[in-house]
């Protein structure tokens, strides 16, 4: 048998490309039951992910970071579970962004512009710069190890996706769900198109309120006065309401007023949704350029106005203000209207400003003709599905989340005035008029006959075609084998941010065009934050660039950090600092496996007797077996970070910094013990890898390869419990050892003996000791005598004492030793005159007596009320066994006071 060398750090720049590209080429990402294979079994169920698609220009940033690795352990774990596992990856084309992206690239490179350029050559552009720049982010998703199915790759504007897109409209127009009309829209200036209600962001800037004069045009010369925060509207006013009940202007209503600098008349009109108490009580109404008004201008069919153009440049509505940009033209007209009389004040005012999320300039509502989703329907049915428990939602708290938006939701404007999209499949005839609607690209007016047809130009909102992805990806609208198996799928998971953008479509078209849910579950992630809590963006300098950090300290580290720091819908707070503690754990694991892996040389080829297990190894085979049933309870609850954090709390603080200390003596007794120890090692290791390998793949791989190599090479041939595979990440999940019981009787004998170690190493620590100093003890252990006496030999190796000079009695004190240590129901005796002050000593006793007393009396209190009454008798059985053991404790302090007088 020949030792096996092991680096003593790991190099994860060695490991991981090396690891991930062994993988793929092993096939190992894809259907263990593919339906596109020969023996291909359609009963068993598969578990089905498909990635949120990043946007083609997206480049890898936390939010990425975290959803990759989420769905990779998901994956990961239901590929341990044995189950047929199809993790679909693609990407989204991102209209708005990839057009902004390439129109930004050809005015730097060629002083080119897009209509310079004209559509047709546009379009080859992108799909150019698409092939150059759009794998990019796939390649840093690998980064970070996710187990995709690269082969299925799909792509928002593939060819079959774009029949998917063509046919889930042609279905909703000829169902009359779709419909083209004049509706106010939100229009961004900047990108000159429309945008959903989704895709507008609300900030809070400071503004001004203006407040001026609507002069009557019975000559009077009365006026009412009227405040707004956007005087360039005032050119397309159709009228001014009051609240009908208003006594100041009562005597107007059904008046005539003249709006400013353009002599144009329009009525006093009344009505209810007029606030009193804002402003000045009387309301300019502007059906074309605000919603509310333009409900208002509905109700009282008044006339709609246009004052912007698509460039948010005045028309011709404007009279003299044609031309003029917004806001030149908000300066200009305030102050004609100055010069005029017409002004009355200015006051400082806040304003809640609309800006588009990817231009970020200011949203102008207006009234434009676009394509819209009758969209209650599909929210009807969506609605149900969570209601009747077809779909969870995780955390259940966006429940109700979900049900307002889908219970108010309005009509979804689909068309975008861009050029990079999947093109409205409507085209006109120029003869005629006939509008057509097709499937397939027409050659003759179905009407007419007509050749000559024109395509709309306008494309669909991005969000069209996202919400076809789950079944749009696997085929649809064909039955193909790959529809037919994975779909519906299993889980979406995504953040929360995106609920309404994206989950909420998906639902509503899945329902719609398959019949069934596309999921299941949706499990939501929350938003990652700065170290403060803060959100972190470029501008602030706190952004944490993810593959920065994965250069620094593993991809394994950085994944760790998220998935343990996570909870479902909440959001975390990411340093730099948690990643370098986690690559500090990663450290660990790695040390571990050493020791393990070094280890087995020392073990013997065979072993006479039966296993024959000491506490140490009772104990933590309980605590595995524990650990194992409580990480497939979170599992099932998607509480994956608690999870992790209890598998990191077991390696580290029980296996390494208890077990693997004891195992050392126990490897040095030889023969059998050592025997039954090393296989011992090699189960817990390998259970506790299996049960890492969703968090952290690189490491775990890595390391039980070695540690299966270096089993095979033993003479005893160790092999775990469920033998080993090729490679971990298609080996089984652990199961607890469910033939035996929990060993509660381990449990709390270690527990006992780790109290002890604990606090003689407290104590030292507290009193300087030096760590190779071995000090004399007694420990009074009562019924525990025969138990300790058999660890005497763990305690002293642990505790740093003279093995020779432990003494384990039932009871007695030795006069030379230093009273103080009471804990688990056992005391404990230290010789420690040449280190301690007994004043001191005395000192400390006395405050520890102290606190316990108000233990018991907190308890006793407690007791004594109507808690014994109202709580459960289990809670308050557990509190009187604490009152019990606070009392002994209390009590044998007392007689080691008694004991140094």
């Known amino acids: 048998m020949s030792d096996i060398e092991m680096a003593k750090a790991y190099d994860f720049k060695a490991t991981e490309q090396r690891l991930y590209d062994w993988w793929e080429k092993q096939g190992y990402f894809k259907p263990t039951n593919d339906p596109n294979e020969p023996g291909h079994d359609p009963s068993r169920k598969p578990f089905v992910i498909s990635i949120p698609p990043p946007n083609v220009t997206g480049e890898l940033h936390l939010g990425h970071a975290m959803f990759v690795s989420m769905e990779d352990l998901m994956i990961r774990y239901h590929r341990m579970l044995g189950e047929p596992t199809l993790w679909v990856p693609g990407s989204d084309h991102a209209g708005i962004a990839t057009q902004l992206q390439v129109e930004k690239m050809l005015m730097a490179t060629e002083e080119v512009s897009r209509e310079e350029l004209g559509r047709e050559k546009f379009i080859r552009r992108t799909w150019e710069w698409k092939e150059k720049y759009g794998g990019m982010i796939f390649n840093q998703i690998r980064r970070l190890g996710a187990s995709c199915d690269w082969s299925r790759t799909r792509f928002t504007l593939d060819e079959g996706l774009s029949r998917a897109v063509r046919e889930a409209f042609v279905c909703l127009y000829e169902k009359g769900l779709i419909y083209r009309g004049p509706r106010m829209i939100n229009w961004s200036p900047g990108l000159k198109t429309a945008v959903s209600d989704l895709e507008v962001e609300y900030s809070e800037e400071p503004g001004t309120l203006y407040f001026f004069k609507y002069m009557l045009a019975d000559g009077s010369g009365e006026f009412i006065a009227v405040a707004t925060t956007r005087p360039e509207t005032i050119l397309a006013d159709t009228a001014v309401a009051v609240h009908p009940d208003d006594p100041r202007y009562q005597k107007h209503i059904s008046k005539m007023v003249i709006v400013p600098m353009l002599g144009r008349e329009v009525p006093v009109i009344a009505d209810e949704y007029v606030d009193r108490e804002f402003g000045t009580g009387a309301l300019k109404i502007t059906p074309g350029h605000d919603p509310n008004d333009y409900a208002i201008g509905q109700k009282f069919n008044l006339p709609i106005l246009s004052m912007l153009d698509e460039s948010a440049r005045v028309t011709e509505v404007g009279g003299p203000y044609a031309g003029l940009d917004r806001f030149e033209c908000r300066k200009k007209i305030w102050a004609d209207m100055n010069n005029a009389g017409l002004v009355i004040k200015e006051q400082p005012y806040t304003l809640n400003v609309p800006r588009t999320q990817r231009g970020g300039e200011i949203v102008e509502p207006m009234v434009s003709t676009q394509w819209f989703v009758k969209i209650q329907p599909l929210a009807d049915a969506a609605l149900a599905a969570v209601k009747d428990g ?512």
Request: with cysteine.
């Open 390 to 901: 077809s779909i969870k939602i995780v955390p259940e708290r966006f429940t109700k989340v979900y049900y307002n938006w889908l219970e108010t939701i309005q009509d979804w404007c689909i068309s975008r005035q861009l050029w990079w999209g999947h093109r409205i499949p409507v085209w006109y005839c120029s003869q005629c008029g006939e509008q057509v609607v097709s499937r397939q690209d027409p050659t003759s007016c179905q009407k007419c006959g007509s050749k000559v047809l024109t395509q709309d130009p306008d494309v669909l909102d991005t969000w069209f075609s996202s919400g076809l992805w789950p079944f749009s990806t696997l085929g649809w609208p064909e039955e193909t084998p790959d529809y037919k198996y994975f779909y519906p799928t299993s889980i979406l998971e995504t953040g929360y941010d995106i609920l309404f953008f994206w989950v909420t479509r998906m639902i509503m078209d899945g329902i719609e065009f398959t019949g069934k849910p596309p999921f299941h579950t949706v499990y939501l992630h929350g938003l990652i934050r700065d170290e403060k809590g803060t959100k972190m963006s470029k501008t602030k300098g706190n952004v944490i660039d993810p593959l920065g950090v994965m250069d620094e300290m593993g991809t394994d580290a950085l994944r760790f950090t998220l998935l343990v720091g996570s909870t479902p819908g909440n959001d975390m707070s990411l340093s730099v600092k948690k990643v370098e503690a986690n690559r500090n754990f990663i450290n660990k694991i790695w040390n571990a496996g050493r020791f393990v892996i070094n280890a087995l040389p020392n073990a013997p080829a065979n072993a006479a007797d039966k296993p024959n297990f000491t506490l140490a190894d009772r104990w933590i085979k309980t605590r595995l077996d524990q650990l194992i049933q409580d990480v497939d309870r979170l599992f099932g609850q998607h509480q994956y970070g608690e999870a992790g954090r209890q598998i990191y709390e077991f390696f580290w603080s029980e296996f390494a910094d208890w077990y693997l200390e004891i195992t050392k003596q126990q490897m040095a007794a030889g023969s059998d013990l050592a025997f039954h120890t090393a296989q011992n090692l090699v189960v817990i290791m390998d259970t506790t890898l299996r049960l890492l390998h969703p968090f952290v793949p690189f490491i775990t791989e890595e390391l039980w390869g070695i540690l299966r190599s270096a089993c095979q090479q033993h003479p005893a041939n160790f092999t775990p419990p469920s033998g080993w595979k090729d490679a971990l990440m298609i080996a089984d999940w652990p199961k607890a050892s469910m033939s035996t019981p929990m060993d509660d009787a381990a449990l709390e004998d270690f527990a006992r003996v780790m109290d002890i170690v604990r606090a003689i190493r407290n104590y030292r620590t507290e009193k300087n000791v030096k760590p190779g100093t071995k000090i004399e003890a007694m420990i009074v252990a009562g019924d525990k005598k025969s138990m300790l006496e058999q660890q005497a030999g763990v305690i002293a190796s642990l505790a740093h004492l003279d093995p020779q000079k432990v003494l384990i009695t039932t009871k007695g004190i030795l006069t030379s030793a230093q009273p103080g240590l009471v804990v688990s129901g056992v005391e404990i005796y230290l010789t420690l005159e040449e280190v301690i002050n007994r004043e001191e000593e005395k000192q400390r006793m006395q405050a520890e007596l102290k606190e316990t007393v108000d233990q018991i009396n907190r308890l006793q209190t407690l007791l004594g009320g109507s808690f014994a009454e109202r709580a459960p008798a289990a809670v308050v059985e557990k509190e009187k066994q604490k009152l019990d053991a606070f009392q002994q404790t209390a009590e044998k302090l007392k007689q080691q006071l008694h004991s140094m007088k």
